[in-house]
């Protein structure tokens, strides 16, 4: 390994677009969560495929380290440059390439933004979907297999990215998939490197799904007394069939949150907000169903947003909760938990979790994706005081145990990183060993992200799965 | 390679089941369409996992060649045993083994067919959607990522497998996934082994999504004048986004031998079937929607089968398709293709076929699960006249290309097996290549349905693909 020799390469290559200053290493080391920083050597700002290609290529040639680097809202720490090397930056390759509305698809560079696409396909009466709050890149969110809001209605990143173009490790240029809606020719490499992290290869181009504007939408938030209720009514109303674009819980703790970072008045109680997309005759028949449902587990105080800034202020306080958390507890830091379970154990895990919490000494709002039965506590501790991180370590842990004991998953949406790392061994046994031998087999010299997806080669030269070098 | 050797450990492991009757044999080297006989060495009914992992290591310690075998009804020739070796028949792995009815799932073995599995949850008020005409196995479904008339709402394999067991090639059991509706935690293996078609492993058990029962099914058949109305009729409702549960395209040829081979009346012009799941207002709805867009391009004799009988007589029509075709031309042999094109493409690609076919010596009836822009023509030939012959490579081969150029894929559905196998390179290109390193790690010594889906290793060396050994 010899950064400082791919480094020089880098920079006759890149000029003024490969930058080593302080503030930029430390911004693109750090990460929206808990974990230390860890800058990269240097951050580089690609402008066209072939230069991918070309410091792929060079990084490779020295054995360096290489980052894929989209809006830097990861919450695993995926970015963050642990063994140094180069950080990969996609904000120059930020173009929509084509949009073709007649097959609904769109071809765009990785450093869009999910809100810039949107703004661009405003006149077409199409939007993309996936929704995981932050502004992301498409690129980032492909890389960990995003989803969020919509992901009921919608699909996840899996489901919406029909293909891909990828610069492999040893620099080759690939593409993936098709504008076919469907195909059988041979391995699913598209979806191979969704959710692959950058531990494969960088995405240089995604081709992605669009949908039509619904002719109609409309949404609501309602209050119930106990979590059970809302989380019961959630079940419910998927074992219906309702087809809900939206489904969303938040615990007392997150509008007690929101209240004080908005000002906003919620009654500070567990809630649902939900909403529908469909005809008009189609929405109100699903909000009727839903309503009932609703009503029966003991809803009050329903408010619809039939209004679009109505709908707007509705998901943008739902798209603050993250923040509106962290700012309850000024000074304290976050560990965000990511489990998902088969939907029919949803209440008592909610339920087992929020006990644990009770019983604990730090605090930790939950809130989530129930429609899909993922769903979120933020865990707020103190650094400075080791029973408190010992007790969200403690906490976070316990949750994925249960999560995997009912046939869940350690991270709904959220990804590896370096923080769920710990539990792969645990929900995948031997088949964690598999994606060892496929990250070997594309990344023979461990360049892509490293130490990140797969045991370090020692642990899993222990572990059996790779042969002794 | 030591075949004689392996089959002596099997028939110690497995006594009776494992057969070398000559009729075994032929069963299981035979296919449904245009392939030379290649009967395995021997045929293997295992009864569990751990009996598919013990012939595995068997085989994987004297390089023996192992086949997977469903229902025999794939099309390019997936489970023909090239290579001899032993066939593993799955249909003693017949069970049902757990219907989670609150988190619609189900998990079970490899053998149970799809008619099977919705029979078994006829009281459930659930069913498993994907139907790709024949009674095919689930395990060899997945395998192939078949989807078939209903993928245009409810997707393909790759959309309904929620998590697999699979036996790798030496013998090591994982598991893939898990019962939650999404996760981001590592590779998607369950994707990379859907559709691998027995090259990477065995899958000894299913985890699937099951859907509900719609309280309303409409279903209709229509007549038009011209091929290219039915097909804008089809790319218009698609773009209005109205829901259809499927919609089928049959040409005149297709009606025509639909009439010789039920003793039916349909008009012998092209016909569009379409069937609409729903609440019952929102089933009128759209089929309201459809009629008129139909209206518009022409479409006459509008049929609703609103009963049960009806629509099932419907899509048994449909479904007998294929063998109407066949019967159509006593003694001739067909060459079925599969290619699927953006949606926006399809007219002018079905219209192009068409006029391929009226300008060759030899008849093409063409049909297709129009609605993910997937259609097959059933190219007839006398195989004893080489012209014919060599027709239908052509046209098969021309049709692909036309496909490729419109970005689209060489096969929609049936797969690669070896009828499609020298379409990769050019469907692929380079992450052709990546395929075959993703082939060589997960099974080095090459045993698990050679010849298949990959460039066979010399090949491989030639591109540059794999390191020379």
Avoid at 30 to 55: C, M, N, Q, W
Avoid at 184 to 192: F, I, K, N, R, V
Avoid at 244 to 269: H, Q, W
Wanted: proline share 5%; charged share 20%.
């Amino acid at each position: 390994m010899n950064i400082a020799k791919a480094l020089a390469e880098l920079e006759t290559l890149l000029g003024q677009r490969l930058t080593r200053s302080k503030p930029d290493l430390e911004q693109h080391g750090g990460s929206e969560t808990h974990f230390p920083l860890a800058p990269p050597d240097a951050v580089a700002y690609p402008e066209t495929k072939d230069e991918v290609a070309r410091i792929l290529s060079i990084c490779a040639a020295h054995g360096c380290p290489v980052i894929g680097w989209g809006a830097g809202t990861s919450l695993e720490g995926q970015a963050q440059a642990f063994s140094g090397g180069v950080c990969v930056d996609f904000r120059l390759m930020n173009r929509v390439l084509h949009v073709n509305s007649d097959d609904m698809d769109v071809v765009v560079q990785p450093g869009v933004t999910r809100e810039d696409l949107n703004t661009q396909l405003r006149a077409t009466g199409l939007f993309f979907p996936v929704d995981p709050g932050a502004n992301a890149t498409l690129g980032g969110m492909a890389a960990t297999r995003a989803s969020g809001t919509t992901a009921v209605r919608y699909g996840t990143m899996r489901d919406n990215v029909l293909a891909l173009e990828v610069v492999l490790s040893d620099g080759r240029i690939i593409r993936t998939g098709t504008r076919a809606r469907k195909t059988s020719a041979g391995y699913d490499l598209t979806a191979l490197f969704v959710g692959s992290e950058g531990t494969l290869g960088l995405i240089t181009e995604l081709t992605l799904r669009l949908r039509g504007q619904p002719e109609a939408v409309t949404a609501a938030v309602c209050a119930f007394d106990q979590i059970g209720d809302a989380v019961q009514t959630v079940i419910e109303t998927i074992q219906m069939g309702i087809g809900m674009a939206r489904i969303e819980f938040v615990d007392a703790a997150t509008a007690a949150a929101f209240n004080a970072y908005k000002g906003s008045d919620l009654p500070e109680c567990p809630h649902l907000m939900v909403e529908f997309h469909g005809s008009e005759s189609g929405v109100r028949e699903q909000a009727e169903t839903f309503g009932e449902i609703a009503a029966e587990h003991g809803a009050r105080g329903f408010e619809w947003a039939e209004r679009p800034e109505a709908r707007t202020a509705l998901w943008t306080m739902r798209h603050h909760a993250h923040w509106a958390i962290l700012a309850s507890r000024p000074g304290e830091r976050a560990v965000v938990t990511d489990i998902c379970v088969p939907i029919s154990r949803l209440a008592e895990a909610v339920e087992a979790t929020r006990a644990d919490i009770a019983a604990s000494p730090i605090s930790g709002p939950i809130l989530g994706h129930v429609g899909d039965g993922n769903f979120h506590c933020i865990l707020l501790f103190d650094e400075s005081d080791l029973v408190q991180v010992d007790a969200a370590k403690t906490l976070a842990a316990r949750m994925v145990e249960r999560a995997l004991d009912m046939g869940g998953t350690a991270t709904g949406e959220h990804g590896i990183g370096i923080g769920k790392l710990d539990y792969m061994q645990a929900e995948h046994g031997a088949a964690w060993s598999v994606m060892s031998a496929l990250k070997s087999a594309l990344d023979p010299a461990g360049i892509m992200n490293p130490g990140k997806m797969v045991p370090a080669p020692a642990d899993a030269i222990e572990a059996g799965s790779l042969p002794a070098k």
